[in-house]
């Protein structure tokens, strides 16, 4: 073959291999929490998983650290696009419809992908690798469930096709909620995560202990109907968009990491109870289950996130005390 046939088919397959990667991305629907949203949900987990539960993910992730997957679910979309529907979820509603069920315009979403993932965990005859993965898409579709624009609005392309202008950046809704806002703030990922497990100690945690994954997806499609799409004529989103929005991301990402701590713990700590006001009032928990909950948290925390977790463990014995 002569050195111009070469060079000819050479140009031709690399145009149509850059092609097709170009296609993919412009097709795929949504994209995902940026990298430091999943990990700070991830992050956030881990420290509220109780040690039985941190011994048995280690050695499923086998080296790997729960903070270093939660992002491996978008690295291989390109190369498994079966996964890829499970990234989102769409609901066919208006921004006048927040009552009732909204109807779900696919039966493949993130929803059944967090129920057949969590299967999959839980079976006795799974390989190790089989259990890997299935950890792996559950950290992460636990962040995409808590972001509003991946349980958003058929027909907007999860706010990828809603053009604006945010703080003079040209770009488009869904990469405002993914990473735009996350980075105005201008934290480091560690001051961030401090930030973060700070309003957990204050979060209520009884109030957010419902597994009902469509329940968390409808959630998040009212927040994007109620708070990401409501954006001014001219799309132009400043200080004032920002402002009303950057509690609710935080907010999302504590409550995605609470939610993927509880399910874990519920999974692989055959000890796990949870406390709730209720029960600690009703006596299902004695002083020494109390004390060996603080023993474990110390024996794996720094002293100050040990004492963060038993006070936030007591701290709804102690408001509803404070209120009868």
């Not at 991830?42 to 509220?48: D, G, K, P, S, V």
């Amino acid at each position: 073959m002569n050195k111009f046939k070469c060079n000819f088919i050479s140009e031709f397959l690399f145009i149509k291999l850059f092609g097709a990667v170009i296609l993919t991305f412009i097709s795929s629907p949504v994209i995902s929490w940026s990298a430091l949203g999943h990990e700070l949900t991830a992050r956030i987990a881990y420290e509220l998983m109780t040690p039985d539960t941190r011994l048995e993910v280690d050695k499923i992730l086998n080296g790997e650290s729960f903070e270093s997957v939660s992002t491996w679910a978008d690295r291989i979309k390109i190369d498994r696009k079966e996964t890829e529907y499970f990234h989102y979820i769409n609901f066919i509603a208006t921004k006048t419809a927040l009552t009732g069920k909204p109807e779900t315009t696919s039966p493949k979403n993130v929803v059944s992908g967090i129920v057949l993932y969590k299967d999959i965990l839980q079976r006795s005859n799974a390989s190790s690798q089989e259990k890997k993965e299935a950890l792996s898409f559950l950290i992460h579709f636990f962040g995409d469930i808590h972001q509003p624009l991946h349980n958003s609005l058929d027909g907007t392309n999860g706010g990828n096709d809603i053009k604006v202008k945010f703080f003079n950046e040209e770009t488009n809704l869904h990469k405002v909620w993914d990473n735009l806002l996350l980075k105005q703030a201008g934290f480091s990922k560690e001051e961030y995560f401090q930030n973060l497990m700070n309003m957990c100690k204050d979060f209520d945690q009884n109030s957010i202990r419902n597994e009902n994954y469509m329940d968390w997806a409808l959630e998040s499609n009212q927040i994007a109907l109620t708070k990401g799409y409501d954006i001014t004529p001219d799309h132009v989103l400043g200080k004032t968009y920002y402002e009303n929005n950057i509690p609710v991301i935080n907010q999302r990402l504590v409550t995605g990491g609470i939610h993927l701590a509880q399910m874990l713990n519920k999974v692989f700590d055959k000890k796990y109870q949870e406390v709730t006001a209720d029960n600690l009032l009703s006596g299902n928990h004695d002083q020494t289950s109390i004390l060996s909950m603080l023993f474990q948290y110390l024996a794996t925390d720094s002293l100050s996130m040990a004492l963060i977790k038993f006070e936030r463990l007591l701290s709804p014995n102690t408001s509803k005390n404070q209120t009868q």
